[in-house]
């Protein structure tokens, strides 16, 4: 069993950034791979980023390629997305999820992933 905390989230102007961290429970952490998804009001939860367990590899949605930034501290238990340059439509909930020796195209899938967070608020006002 995984337990994942989320924390970051918050209330920015555009432009500005926000890192989210995503704190998972047990000793198993590296052979997880982790993917953070969104989900606006009003819309279906869509794949953000994620990483593969090693942290060498790494996906991103065309929307955030090259503003959003994801890492992982195998040591802190933790996977990071950094978000630059956030725009309105960046607004939603985000959520963190763990994939049991995930890997390749199938992280931009929910269904891939075995736990998940309770998601936390990020909300970009123009």
């Known amino acids: 069993q995984v337990q994942l905390v989320e924390s970051g989230g918050g209330l920015v102007q555009a432009g500005d950034s926000l890192r989210l961290s995503c704190a998972a429970s047990?000793?198993?952490?590296?052979?997880?791979?982790m993917g953070w998804f969104r989900q606006a009001p009003g819309r279906e939860r869509n794949f953000v980023a994620a990483?593969?367990?090693?942290?060498?590899?790494?996906y991103y949605a065309d929307s955030v390629k090259g503003r959003f930034t994801i890492s992982r501290d195998n040591a802190k238990n933790t996977v990071y997305l950094q978000m630059n340059s956030l725009k309105p439509e960046d607004t939603a909930v985000y959520s963190c999820?763990?994939?049991?020796?995930?890997?390749?195209?199938?992280?931009?899938?929910?269904?891939?992933?075995?736990?998940w967070g309770q998601g936390t608020q990020v909300t970009v006002s123009s």
């Open positions: 999820a763990a994939d049991y020796r995930g890997n390749g195209n199938n992280l931009y899938f929910q269904r891939s992933y075995d736990y």
């Open positions: 047990g000793r198993t952490f590296s052979t997880y791979a």
């Open positions: 990483i593969s367990w090693s942290g060498g590899s790494t």
